[in-house]
Nanobody, 122 residues
Framework: QVQLVESGGRSVQSGGSLRLSCAASGGTFSSDAMGWFRQAPGKEREFVAAIDWSGGSTYYADSLKGRFTISRDNAKNTVYLQMNSLAPEDTAVYYC???????????????WGQGTQVTVSA
């Protein structure tokens, strides 16, 4: 059974940076596409970024391009999300997810982590 565990979320001031990590276990990580989504209070879950199995192709929500970077280390079964120039509107629970293709909608993914809270203060 595949399990995903996110870490790295915390409170940070506007303009700061964070790197989230997602450790996978129990599956074939190196052949899976991975994604990050986020959900702010009172809002629907939204796509953040995705990466193919090799790390050679990455995809981002248009509004986040240039600030967020997704990467992976298949030797460590871990996917990362580097977030720079954080703003209060980035405050959300960030979820790691696994699927067959690096797509930008939640139904494309079949395994989710429990989420990690990111809070950005002005």
């Amino acid at each position: 059974q595949v399990q995903l565990v996110e870490s790295g979320g915390r409170s940070v001031q506007s303009g700061g940076s964070l790197r989230l990590s997602c450790a996978a276990s129990g599956g074939t990580f190196s052949s899976d596409a991975m994604g990050w989504f986020r959900q702010a209070p009172g809002k629907e879950r939204e796509f953040v970024a995705a990466i193919d199995w090799s790390g050679g192709s990455t995809y981002y929500a248009d509004s986040l391009k240039g600030r967020f970077t997704i990467s992976r280390d298949n030797a460590k079964n871990t996917v990362y999300l580097q977030m720079n120039s954080l703003a209060p509107e980035d405050t959300a629970v960030y979820y790691c997810t696994r699927g067959a293709q690096p797509l930008d909608y939640a139904k494309a993914y079949n395994t989710w982590g429990q989420g990690t809270q990111v809070t950005v203060s002005a």
